[in-house]
């Protein structure tokens, strides 16, 4: 089974920019959860979909949305970035279930200037 | 609501010697809780999880963890460091309710002297 992967690796924006990031999912697995991950710190969730539902929300303000494909693969989109919006995301993809493993993927890093 | 808090930062072992990495948390429920762990420039890998079935829980490289209700604690442990143990450790928190959160701690850095 392909694991989760994520693109771009790498990406430099500016302030005020809006940048898309995508994550497809591994074979089986219908539910997709976003992170953010600042240097030096845990992951923080930003949200999760389940068959295109976004389906829990962490503390991110709406300018982070996200959407979820029928194949199960995953958007996630920032507006307005922020200097503090650097950092690496990351994406994981698991079967239903907040008790189901998390399988994650390399993660997106992106940098604000 | 929940939380989980990684007692150290930073943890130096030498390499043959027992891990203990230390993780308390809080929830209003019954929590799922998990172990992952982040070597440098790779992706997040699942060490191990708690789902209330057994309170030990044995999980990937010789490592395992033992859920302690009263104590509110949940530390992962090895018997023996190796040098490729070390990586970032994160403890993690969820509950039931599909739109939980899901709470990482702040991670422990695991270095093994040799």
């Known amino acids: 089974e392909t694991g989760v992967t994520q693109s771009p690796t790498h990406l430099i924006k500016t302030r005020g920019q809006q940048v898309t990031l995508r994550c497809s999912s591994q074979s089986g697995h219908n539910t997709v959860s976003w992170y953010q991950q600042a240097l030096g710190q845990g992951p923080q969730f930003i949200f999760q979909y389940y068959r295109e539902e976004e389906n829990g929300r962490g503390n991110f303000p709406p300018r982070f949305s996200g959407l979820q494909f029928p194949n199960y693969s995953s958007e996630l989109n920032v507006n307005a970035l922020e200097l503090d919006d650097s950092a690496l995301y990351l994406c994981?993809?698991?079967?239903?279930?907040?008790?189901?493993?998390?399988?994650f993927g390399p993660g997106t890093r992106l940098l604000v200037l | 609501a929940q939380s989980v808090t990684q007692l150290d930062s930073h943890v130096s072992v030498s390499e043959g010697t027992p891990v203990l990495l230390r993780c308390n948390y809080s929830?209003?429920?019954?929590?799922?809780l998990f172990w992952y762990v982040q070597h440098p420039n790779k992706g997040l890998q699942l060490l191990l999880k708690y789902t209330s079935a057994a309170t030990l829980v044995k999980g990937i490289n010789g490592f395992e963890a033992e859920f302690k209700k009263s104590e509110t604690s949940f530390h992962l442990t090895k018997p023996s460091a190796h040098m490729s143990d070390a990586a970032e450790y994160f403890c993690v928190v969820s509950g039931y309710s599909s739109a939980s959160k899901i709470i990482f701690g702040s991670g422990t850095r695991l270095s093994i002297r040799p």
């Open positions: 929830s209003s429920y019954s929590p799922s």
């Open positions: 994981a993809s698991s079967r239903s279930g907040i008790q189901e493993t998390q399988y």
